[in-house]
């Protein structure tokens, strides 16, 4: 899908929707792996809490961010290139 749009959405947009969904699906990886953690550390409750929140917003932000400058370095290159091609996603 996201192939399609190249030609005609801009690449501000491809990232921030790139970014949005990792960054979710890493808050979520943040919100199931935390817990754990989080019991081995010895933390429970208003500990345990912080600890799960600060892990899910660094792990969303992180995963966010990373597909964010990916995506627009990829956009980036293939509109200089003009070209679609393996070659812009390599260099991204």
Known sequence: MEEELLGTVPCSSLAVETALRLGTAGALWGYCSAP????????????????????????????????????????GLQRYRGQNDWVSTLEG
């Open 36 to 75: 754990n953690e989080a019991r081995r550390k010895g933390l429970t409750g208003i500990p345990q809490a912080s600890f799960v929140a600060k892990t899910v917003g660094k792990y969303g932000f992180q995963c966010g961010f990373v597909a964010g400058v990916f995506t627009l370095t990829r956009c």
